[in-house]
């Protein structure tokens, strides 16, 4: 299988090409920028005839989406209403373009921040309906739901009302919530053959929210902590927003198998069990033997921010477990395993 991973050089792009590494598919990695030390395709999401082009001469047959605007603060200001807006709604876009001409599929990471208004209390299920509290979570959802839109089928003439006149054939409303009201009203596809498979199935998407993403790349909030927690004497973070972390290789290898076994739908991945950034912050001074730093729980108004983060964000996982028995490791043990990576910087 041909695959296509955008965003290469981002977390979850740099896990995928660890997944690679043992894969007999054949990978492509992709990005806006080069990367040291790897190779990078240069191809830039916001541009459909590039992405045409590259499918088209690849053959390609599933598409990673693992680019996006993920600044979620500058992503506020209004200058950059326009890119945010660009790279999270109109780029998945156009992806799915791609994919339905080429009959194969689009694997979308979104976000827990297409939830965050709402005051939940037990774990979002994939099919609950959310407010975003900022312009992040809102494009991201807006890309949900542009490729939902992509993919659904046009609406049956309603008989025995006559044809609409040629050039005026209208598609459902993205926004209605019909289109977000869980896999159970999507057309389910997929059949084990694997995505875009020589046996012509349809093509379609996998959107997967995950949340809380760190990794041994880039910047994350692990990084910052393990610097933080080894430099400095005293720490306040915040205790009353609460989710779960998730390992980037995790969800690699969950999109791994997800690949070769697709089945139309939007689910959820992040890792098990629940905890606040101060919980997350104690974990990581003390998996890295971090002794030196107190820290203390502090509330979210102590460090004002653009944005309102979702209180809690904790993501229900039973679907994505039960439709492609991926593996959903404990928060605990993917951070300890995260932590030896970076301290033997064994990559
Ligand atoms: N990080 C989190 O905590 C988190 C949580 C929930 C969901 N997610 C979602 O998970 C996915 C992966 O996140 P991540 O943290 O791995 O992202 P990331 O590290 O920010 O990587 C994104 C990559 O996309 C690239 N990119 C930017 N503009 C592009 C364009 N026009 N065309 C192609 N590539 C472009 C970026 O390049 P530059 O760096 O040069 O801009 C970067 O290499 C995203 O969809 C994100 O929304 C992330």
Partial sequence: MNILVTGANGQ????MRIVA????????????????????VRLDITDLEAIRRMVRENQVQAIVNCAAWTNVDAAEAPENRAIVERLNAEAPENLAIAM??????????????VFGKEPYNTPCQPNQQG???????LTKKMGEERIIKEFSP???????????PLGECSVADATSSSLLSGNEALPQRGSGEGAGSEEGLPGGYVIIRTAWLYSEYGKNFLKTMLNLTASKPQLKVVFDQCGT???ALDLARAIEVILHKPVQGIYHYSNEGVCSWYDFTQMIARLAGHSGCDIQPCRSEEFPSPVKRPAYSVLDKRSIRETFGVDVPYWVDSLQKCINNIKNDSL
């Fill in 12 to 15: 979850l792009g740099n896990e």
């Fill in 21 to 40: 590494r043992g894969s007999a598919d054949r990978y492509i990695f992709t990005d806006v920028t080069e990367q040291e030390g790897v190779e990078t």
């Fill in 100 to 113: 339905k001409e080429a009959g194969g599929w689009l694997v979308q990471i979104s976000t827990d921040y």
């Fill in 131 to 137: 407010t975003p509290t900022g312009i992040y979570g």
């Fill in 154 to 164: 046009l609406p049956a003439p309603a008989s025995p009302l006559p044809a609409p």
């Fill in 245 to 247: 972390p998730t390992y």
